[in-house]
């Protein structure tokens, strides 16, 4: 086992991330650490992954790393250059995109995400990026994965802006607001969470080695349902790390973003 | 018949206050030489619609040359915020429809297919769409499906009086490529008005007629071709020229404040008589032959 081996937290998470993949599924992906997630699936468990990128991108295979969905270098090797329309109408909207990876500035106990702005929407705000397509996979993928950094800044009870729902406030709020699919996975530095079956209050599902249940508990703002059993999440394997350090991320430019 | 015509004329033929769709995405194909040569021109009280928002959007914004933004959001990516726009926003001095990269899709396809409104998943139960439902006259509507008795949200179409579309190759006639992904601008080419064309080269019709393949946008929709390289500079064009770092990370230094900003339009677009003086100013040839793009990797 792999238990001795030193990694990052990024690592651990992209593993993490890789490992909600599954063989012949399609993923769509943006920035950063989902992109190594799905570039690690592909070259492990799932080689049939389709990984798409919402400007009309199928399967590219960098050999640089871009600086964000529109750099070009993103799209090397690519098997087709399509659009918006092909990406998000005719696969997301379709129902056909299995996994949406989504970030975000805060995220609330029922999953829903804000990247629009923080403060007060009415009075004083910062504001940041908006939707983009975060919205769209947050409604209309079968299931999302949200990476976040845990921190109590960032898991709150509420968010301050909804940009991508998720549960709404729970229980079945979500398919009487006529959206299919929701968030399957929080993935943190500290912790792995799910959802309640029932209220769709956020549970945790695992936490990190060399993390601790108050450490994961004292920097959130909201209480996760916390499970009697509570696993410890699987480190990476030597020949994931060594995929990610030499082939995926050899500059640690996605570890960076 | 030739529409080939100079960008001072093309960008002429845009009154203000008229809504425009721009072709750029973050740092990508991004009509920048379009929004230098308006800023000089003084046109203002735009409403400019764009997916995703690029630099072109950031800079017009920042010039107090838009009225109104109709967007999906959008970032330079990596290099940070869009300055001007946020700046904007949080002053409250930009009217701002904003929705997601795919109901802006939507919005620009019903637009191109002549659609009275289109249906759409997305929106539903978010902040978003309690913002568009306070904007009047309405722009997103309830109906019930006809088939099954379904609740839709529905979004009205966008028919922009002029797309600029920033491509790597036309001809004279307007027929023009897009290499590489090509976002929305096909559907706000076709919901607009008509489109002004600026390519980074000019080919005979005869060259076109060989690859019809690669045409997407065809002649009859366009009412002026620009004929102007390394338009988009600092941003990229795929399979050209590969975006300018540098020269991306002295444009977000400066719109950090707008006294920043201020500076930068005084020296890249004020003090410029036009795109090549632009060009000469950020490097000239030599800059530009660094930027030309490996045929392989496109970049």
């Known amino acids: 086992m792999s238990a001795d081996l030193n990694y990052t937290s990024f690592e651990l998470m992209a593993v993490t991330g890789a490992r909600e993949l599954k063989d012949g599924e399609i993923v769509a992906v943006g920035l950063g650490l989902p992109v190594v997630a799905s570039f690690l699936a592909k070259r492990t468990h799932a080689p049939n992954l389709s990984i798409i990128l919402e400007l009309g991108v199928v399967d590219p295979e960098p050999i640089d790393i871009g600086s964000g969905l529109s750099d070009p270098r993103f799209w090397y090797r690519a098997k087709v250059h399509t659009s918006f329309a092909d990406m998000l109408g005719m696969v997301l909207h379709k129902g056909l995109v299995d996994v949406g990876f989504l970030g975000g500035l805060e995220v609330d106990a029922y999953g829903n995400l804000n990247t629009t702005l923080l403060g007060d929407p009415k009075g004083k705000f910062r504001r940041f990026t908006g939707s983009g397509g975060g919205n769209d996979l947050a409604s209309c993928a079968r299931r999302t994965v949200i990476i976040i950094r845990h921190e109590a800044r960032k898991l709150k009870e509420a968010v301050s802006f909804i940009t991508s729902p998720g549960y709404l406030h729970g229980n079945t709020e979500r398919e009487k607001a006529g959206l299919i699919g929701g968030p399957g996975r929080v993935i943190t530095d500290k912790a792995v969470f799910g959802f309640d079956p029932e209220t769709k209050r956020m549970r945790l599902e695992a936490i990190h080695p060399n993390t601790t249940l108050e450490d994961v508990l004292s920097n959130m703002a909201f209480q996760p349902i916390v499970p009697r059993d509570l696993p410890v999440t699987e480190p990476p394997t030597a020949e994931q790390l060594r995929l990610i350090r030499e082939e995926i991320d050899p500059d640690r430019l996605y570890a960076g973003s | ?299």
């Open chain 2, 1 to 299: 018949m030739t529409k080939v015509t100079t960008l001072a004329e093309a960008v002429a033929s845009i009154p203000s206050g008229a809504h425009v769709a721009l072709s750029g995405f973050a740092t990508a194909r991004c009509a920048m030489a379009f929004a230098h040569e308006l800023i000089r021109q003084g046109t203002n009280r735009l409403t400019v619609s764009q997916c995703v928002a690029g630099m072109e959007a950031d800079m017009l914004i920042g010039a107090g040359a838009v009225e109104r933004i109709v967007s999906g959001g959008g970032s330079r990516g990596r290099s940070g915020q869009h300055s001007c726009i946020c700046r904007a926003i949080e002053q409250g001095t930009l009217i701002t429809e904003e929705l997601s990269s795919l109901s802006m899709t939507f919005r620009n396809l019903a637009g191109a297919l002549g659609l009275p409104f289109i249906p759409i998943r997305s929106l539903n139960g978010s902040d978003i769409l309690d913002r568009l439902q306070q904007i009047t006259p309405p722009v997103v509507g309830r109906l019930t499906d006809p088939f099954t008795g379904d609740e839709w949200l529905v979004l009205k179409p966008l028919t922009p009086d002029v797309a600029v579309i920033q491509v790597q190759v036309a001809d004279e006639e307007g027929n023009a490529w897009i290499l590489g992904p090509r976002w929305d601008n096909e559907e706000q080419a076709k919901a607009s008005k008509r489109t002004i064309v600026i390519t980074e080269r000019l080919v005979s019709t005869e060259a076109i007629r060989r690859d019809p393949d690669r045409t997407v946008i065809p002649g009859f929709r366009v009412s002026h071709v620009v004929h102007l390289p390394f338009s988009a500079h600092p941003s990229s064009v795929y399979s050209i020229y590969d975006f300018d770092e540098a020269h991306i990370d002295l444009y977000a230094e400066g719109s950090k404040t707008p006294q920043g900003f201020q500076q930068y339009l005084d020296k890249y677009v004020y003090g410029v008589k036009d795109h090549w003086g632009y060009l000469e100013l950020v490097g000239g040839m030599q800059r530009m032959k660094e930027l030309e793009a490996d045929p392989v990797l496109g970049y």
